[in-house]
């Protein structure tokens, strides 16, 4: 099992640019960082043969959880 390290860390060892690294989405489950956009997917999710197979929507909304205008529009 792979030792658990800060996320800034993890991504300056992948060579992430500073500026990208806080407009990577994240997926947690449990708490736990399951994918990083884009950049890794953990070892424990993914698809192995037999594996139940998840799929997620990622929706961007701003910080109080509203769906931004030009999305909105964007969806009709």
Sequence with gaps: MPKEK????F???RKIPSEFR???PLVLWGGKIVLLAGVEIS????VSEGGEVYEVAIEEKNQK????EA????DR
Excluded at 43 to 46: G, H, L, N, S, Y
Excluded at 65 to 68: A, P
């Design 6 to 9: 800060k996320l800034k860390d």
């Design 11 to 13: 991504l300056i060892d």
């Design 22 to 24: 806080d407009r990577i």
């Design 43 to 46: 070892e424990a999710f993914k």
């Design 65 to 68: 959880g509203v769906q931004r």
């Design 71 to 74: 999305d909105r529009q964007a």
